[in-house]
């Protein structure tokens, strides 16, 4: 009689242990139904957070399935289809300024997106689906004109009117002392109030912003 090795016999018996611990984990283990909002195309990715993540409406959907085949399609559907009502209840601007926030940029086409899946993705079969599409965001950053107060000029360049938003300086008065400072000596600290330079007092004043134009974030 044939006799089986015994390095054979473990490992036939670590696959017969394999095997069993997965089909126990398919038939009792619940898989989760995930529901996020993204700026990125997940369609292709099990990946769980998701990429380019926003929000996430898992909590609010708070549904589970056990059982066998709980990443099934039938589930899979089910899940889209309560995070699309879920997702719905979130207004368009709230979503744009999460998505705004979490550093989507301007142009981003922002969804929302399921999948019956176990946590980080490790164990998912399916990969995310989209539901409920917000829209192609606009996210622009506010216009900002700087300009110099009245009898002051550009601290780099010494002109007045427009500068870069780097501060003014005024001239107030000549240094009397001999030998006078030497140039840039700071006069008072933490800010500093003005500044030495060939013989004059400077005072250091901040440049004016002018809204030129607003920020925007919305679909």
Partial sequence: ??????????????????????????????????????????????????????????????????????QGEANQKDCASVCGLKSALHTPQSVAEAA??????????????????????????????????????????????????????DNATNQPGVNAGGGCKKLVSTCAANPSPPNGTQIGANPAWGFFWEGHVWQLLPAISTVISSKQCHF
């Fill in 100 to 153: 705004c926030a979490a550093g989507a940029p301007n142009g981003s086409l922002v969804k929302a997106w399921s999948m019956v899946g176990t946590g980080n993705g490790l164990f998912n079969k399916r990969n995310w689906r989209n539901g409920q599409t917000f829209g192609t965001l606009t996210s622009t950053p506010a216009v900002l004109q700087y300009s110099c107060p009245a009898s002051s000029i």
């Fill in 1 to 70: 009689m044939r006799q089986i090795s015994p390095v054979r016999k473990i490992i036939t018996l670590l696959f017969s242990a394999s095997l069993s611990f997965c089909f126990v984990a398919e038939a009792h283990a619940s898989a989760t139904c995930f529901c996020q909002i993204s700026y990125q195309d997940a369609s292709n990715t099990k990946n769980n957070p998701i990429g380019g993540f926003v929000m996430d409406l898992t909590g609010e959907v708070n549904k589970t399935y056990s059982g066998a085949f709980q």
